[in-house]
Each structure stands twice: as C-alpha cells, then as structure tokens.
C-alpha cells in the first residue's frame, strides 16, 4: 500500500537509454519504502525510450508518469531536472539517471536517516558498476571525499571535494534533499545541458546547506564507455565546459552574501590552468625554432621556463 501523496519525488531523466531503461525502473518499483512517485522525464528520446517509458506509466498510474518538453525536444540534463522538479509531489526528492539502479532498501534507509539526523540532506557513498556487463571486473565502492557519517557546514565540502577541491563528489543516484530547500537554491542551471550540471547544483548545496555524508552505498552507478560523462573526459568539451563552470562560480560567489577567501584562493588556482601567458603561446605554437634560439642566445634562467611552459598542457 502507498499514500496518496507520495513523501518521495523520484526524478529520472532519459536520453535513448532503451537498453537500460526498464533495469532503472524495476529498481524503483522493487524498494522497501512504498511512499514514493516516479517521474520519467523524456529529454527528446529518439529510441525506444519513450515507448518504454509510456507502457510504465501506463501500468502504474498512480505511481509513475511520463512527462517530455513540448514538442518532444531535446532541452538538456538541466531543464529535465528541472521539469521532474516543478512537478514533483513530495516532501522529498532524489534522483535515479536511467542506466543507473537502487538496492531495493535505498529509499528506506535514506528517508530514515535523514529523519534520524533531522538534516536537509544525506549524500551516500556509491558503488560504481561495473560486473553489469563484464563480469570478470570487480565492482568498486567509492565513498565520498570527506570524513564519513558526518554532517558539514558551508562552506566545508566546496573546500574538500571536486571540482575546487581533491575529494571525490557524490554521485546524484545517492543524494535525497529537501524538495523545498532545491526550490530555493533555483534548481539546476539550465546553461549546464550535458556535463558539469551535478556539480553547480552541488556547489549551491555546499554553499548554502548542511549536508551529511553517508558511508552506506545502496546505489549502483553503471559504468560505460559511451556515456556521457564516460566519453567525454580529458577532451576539449570538458574542458570548454569547466570553464563555464568555473565562471559560473564566479560569478555566484560574487552574489553569495557570505564571502569565502578560500574558495576564492581554489578558483583562482583552477583557472591558472586557463590562462595563456605570451611565453606559453610562444612554445605552444613555435616550440622547436623558440627553444632551440634560446639555448644559444638566452640565459639559462629563462631556457628553464621555457622548458616549463611546454610541460603545461594548454586546454583552451
């Protein structure tokens, strides 16, 4: 038996995912805790995930629904998000990306515990999947960079986690929050379509909430080359799009009423990557003739910078 009202808003975003979608889904339906809903929120899918997803709400209609932008086009990871948001019913909302699955006792234990520690939000540890499809590759648990069981004031986790800082971040299938403390941070920043919108709308969380770490992993991060965030690492895009990141934070911290030097002093080290002086240009594009001029003209000093620079890898 459910409630009529869901205590639980379930947010999952699709993009031709039709060889994963039903897994996603079948791992909400098979949880412990029965007060949810499920929001399948089509990004512009041109497989068979819409079919999929409309047969689901279709069964279940008073727990799970199909929703796309109008028209049926493709508005990004964000603006989805941020659909699933404007129409989510519960209290609470957490997220489940349609590759990825939940241990049927997730829910349970994540309501639980945030009502036990009487937090805003719990973000657990995750289990990153990879035996789905080869078996001989051991599955790895990967906790969250920061001390666990413990609850963290801002702006503490912008200090010790990706992106700013070394700690690894939490992935969105393990994070449950407060629906109305996401509505007052705005949501997720539909600038962000593809990449790099988990972590802005975690650097709002670690700036404006407390947040406790779980060490539980009760969720499963499926681990593919041709996903999104699997293929497009070390490339150009990603970094076209931590720069946008990078001046996003900028310019919030800018509007943030609390000033934080050391936040400060972490973005002005991560933009050093960014910045093209004249000597790097100079070695970036006539590396060869330019140094081999400076070794026989130049003082060693300068040799040694030069050497330096075309260590650093310009990614612009």
Not at 35 to 55: F, K, P, V
Not at 240 to 266: A, C, S
Request: hydrophobic share 40%; charged share 20%.
């Amino acid at each position: 038996m459910h409630t009529t009202q869901p205590e639980v808003s379930i947010i999952m975003c699709m993009y031709n995912v039709e060889k994963y979608l039903r897994e996603a889904i079948n791992s909400v339906l098979h949880q412990t805790f029965p007060h949810w809903e499920l929001l399948l929120i089509d990004d512009g899918s041109e497989d068979g995930s819409t079919l999929i997803a409309r047969q689901y709400a279709a069964e279940y209609p008073a727990r799970i629904s199909y929703h796309d932008h109008g028209e049926h086009v493709n508005k990004g990871l964000s603006a989805s998000r941020n659909l699933g948001l404007s129409l989510a019913k519960g209290e609470l909302v957490a997220f489940l990306d349609a590759d990825d699955v939940w241990l049927p006792n997730y829910l349970e234990l994540q309501v639980n515990l945030l009502r036990q520690k009487n937090v805003p939000v719990i973000c657990e540890a995750t289990k990153y999947w990879y035996n789905w499809n080869a078996r001989e590759k051991e599955n790895q648990v990967v906790y969250i960079g920061a001390g666990q069981d413990q609850l963290y004031h801002p702006p503490q986790l912008m200090l010790e986690l990706y992106p700013l800082g070394k700690g690894a971040a939490p992935c969105m299938c393990g994070i449950i929050l407060e629906k109305e403390l996401l509505q007052k941070l705005g949501g997720f920043e539909n600038s962000f379509k593809g990449m790099y919108e988990d972590q802005v709308f975690l650097s709002k969380l670690y700036l404006n909430a407390p947040v406790y770490i779980s060490s539980n992993h009760h969720n499963l991060y499926r681990q593919r080359a041709d996903s999104l965030v699997g293929a497009s690492q070390n490339t150009p895009a990603y970094h076209v799009v931590r720069k946008h990141y990078l001046d996003w934070l900028k310019k919030y911290l800018r509007q943030h009423p609390q000033k934080y030097k050391e936040i400060d002093r972490l973005l002005q080290q991560a933009w050093r990557q960014y910045s093209v002086s004249p000597l790097r240009l100079l070695v970036r594009f006539v590396p060869g003739r330019l140094k081999r001029f400076l070794r026989k003209h130049a003082p060693a000093s300068l040799v040694r910078q030069v050497n330096l620079a075309g260590k650093v890898q310009i990614n612009a």
